[in-house]
């Protein structure tokens, strides 16, 4: 099956982004754990790339979870032109599935894990090199102030006295930079396995039980073998079920007149630029999801059936099973054709090969649809 092929290629992905995570890992925690001129480490600073972003980032990914939807971060760097083609080809053969959004949300967990795996090596291998002095800095907290924030993060870990906070040891260890004169120097260093514990706790093991999570529900999808299709996707148009290679043929015109149908939300320039090459459009129509469709109307309603229908979606974006319900229930005598652009501020670019062969594939499974190629795209 094209399926199992393709799983190489995924653990390659996979790999990249551990090791980007890593080396990531690596940066920001040596960005932070250096200090200023004098090697001196702001314990609020430690705390906010240890603690809150980390959180942030968990609620982020519990959401995604629950809500399902969503590229996530891994979704993100992928986008990024800089991977191999063949690897973004398997990538793209997920695109047609919630196997992807899956995958997906299974990767950003791998590369939240590397990234905290690539910050606590990086903190292990300076308290073994290096006297880290930890000390804080902040013109509106004082001790008493603090003592309480400190003390809640310390939560997860009170079974572990020696690495809990305490009103001496904040008031031994606050830094001004024009007077260091009150910071206790045996006291300074003491902070490590407060700074330890709070990596373990709000970043390497909530990650790592999330990685486990995604990773089972990731696996279960692969093991029932709906990866590739869901039932609202299978093929329409007389082909045979099994072939997972087919494409449907390329379009590079349409017969007049047509009406341009966008699902895309595209700005005024790309209608401008599609009217160059195809001439002008008998009608233009937003087509978004039902939701922003009046209840009155049927997808019959914005042309009629003599007329050629373009529609127009973001080429890098997987194709829905609810964009396949609405375009099924067109009934058009004459061309019936799927227009994925690529643009930005600079201008409407041609789709990578990865995304068009995506939407050659989703076009397939309707009936009598074709994918149109706008062959010279400014």
């Given at each position: 099956?094209k399926q199992?092929?393709?799983?190489p290629?995924?653990?390659?992905?996979?790999?990249?982004?551990?090791?980007?995570?890593?080396c990531?890992?690596?940066?920001?925690?040596?960005?932070?754990?250096?200090?200023d001129d004098d090697?001196r480490v702001?314990?609020?600073?430690?705390?906010l790339?240890f603690?809150?972003?980390p959180v942030?980032?968990?609620?982020?990914?519990?959401?995604?979870?629950?809500?399902g939807?969503?590229?996530g971060?891994?979704?993100?760097?992928?986008?990024?032109?800089l991977?191999?083609r063949?690897?973004?080809?398997?990538?793209?053969r997920?695109g047609?599935t919630?196997?992807?959004?899956?995958w997906?949300?299974?990767?950003?967990?791998?590369?939240?894990?590397?990234?905290?795996?690539?910050c606590?090596?990086?903190?292990?291998?300076?308290?073994?090199?290096s006297?880290?002095t930890?000390?804080?800095?902040s013109?509106?907290?004082?001790p008493?102030?603090?003592?309480p924030?400190?003390?809640?993060i310390?939560i997860?870990?009170r079974?572990?006295p020696?690495?809990q906070?305490?009103l001496?040891?904040?008031?031994?260890?606050?830094?001004?930079r024009?007077?260091?004169s009150?910071?206790?120097?045996?006291?300074?260093g003491l902070?490590w396995?407060?700074?330890l514990?709070?990596?373990l706790a709000y970043?390497?093991?909530?990650?790592?039980?999330?990685?486990?999570v995604?990773r089972?529900k990731?696996?279960?999808?692969?093991?029932?073998?709906?990866?590739?299709?869901?039932?609202d996707?299978?093929?329409?148009?007389?082909?045979?079920?099994?072939d997972?290679n087919?494409?449907a043929?390329?379009?590079r015109?349409?017969?007049?007149?047509?009406?341009l149908?966008?699902?895309?939300?595209?700005s005024?320039?790309?209608?401008?630029?599609?009217?160059q090459?195809?001439?002008?459009?008998?009608g233009?129509?937003?087509?978004?999801?039902?939701?922003?469709?009046?209840?009155?109307?049927s997808?019959?309603?914005?042309?009629p059936?003599?007329?050629?229908?373009?529609?127009v979606?973001k080429?890098w974006?997987?194709p829905?099973a609810?964009?396949?319900?609405?375009l099924?229930?067109?009934?058009?005598n004459?061309?019936?054709?799927?227009?994925?652009?690529?643009?930005?501020?600079?201008?409407v670019?041609q789709p990578?090969?990865?995304?068009?062969?995506?939407?050659r594939r989703?076009?397939a499974?309707?009936?009598?649809w074709?994918?149109?190629?706008?062959e010279?795209?400014?």
């Amino acid at each position: 099956m094209k399926q199992d092929t393709d799983q190489p290629a995924l653990k390659q992905l996979s790999l990249g982004l551990g090791m980007l995570g890593l080396c990531l890992g690596f940066l920001a925690a040596y960005g932070v754990l250096t200090g200023d001129d004098d090697g001196r480490v702001n314990l609020l600073l430690l705390l906010l790339l240890f603690a809150f972003v980390p959180v942030v980032g968990l609620l982020l990914s519990i959401l995604l979870m629950v809500k399902g939807g969503g590229k996530g971060l891994a979704g993100w760097i992928l986008d990024i032109p800089l991977w191999p083609r063949h690897l973004i080809l398997a990538l793209s053969r997920l695109g047609l599935t919630h196997g992807r959004e899956l995958w997906l949300f299974y990767q950003t967990q791998i590369l939240a894990v590397s990234f905290s795996v690539g910050c606590l090596l990086l903190y292990l291998l300076l308290l073994l090199g290096s006297d880290i002095t930890f000390v804080w800095r902040s013109t509106l907290l004082e001790p008493d102030d603090l003592l309480p924030a400190l003390k809640a993060i310390g939560i997860p870990w009170r079974f572990w006295p020696e690495a809990q906070a305490s009103l001496a040891l904040i008031e031994q260890t606050r830094d001004f930079r024009l007077d260091s004169s009150g910071i206790s120097q045996p006291a300074v260093g003491l902070w490590w396995k407060y700074i330890l514990a709070t990596q373990l706790a709000y970043n390497l093991l909530p990650r790592s039980l999330m990685l486990l999570v995604a990773r089972q529900k990731y696996r279960a999808r692969l093991q029932q073998g709906r990866l590739r299709t869901v039932p609202d996707l299978q093929p329409r148009s007389g082909a045979a079920a099994g072939d997972e290679n087919l494409l449907a043929s390329l379009a590079r015109s349409v017969t007049l007149p047509y009406t341009l149908l966008d699902w895309a939300d595209v700005s005024p320039g790309c209608y401008e630029h599609i009217q160059q090459w195809l001439g002008d459009a008998a009608g233009i129509h937003s087509f978004g999801p039902l939701r922003d469709q009046p209840a009155t109307h049927s997808p019959g309603d914005h042309a009629p059936v003599n007329h050629s229908l373009v529609v127009v979606v973001k080429s890098w974006e997987p194709p829905l099973a609810e964009l396949a319900d609405r375009l099924n229930d067109f009934d058009s005598n004459s061309d019936k054709l799927i227009l994925p652009l690529d643009w930005s501020d600079t201008g409407v670019r041609q789709p990578s090969l990865a995304h068009l062969d995506e939407w050659r594939r989703f076009a397939a499974t309707l009936a009598g649809w074709q994918v149109l190629l706008l062959e010279k795209s400014t």
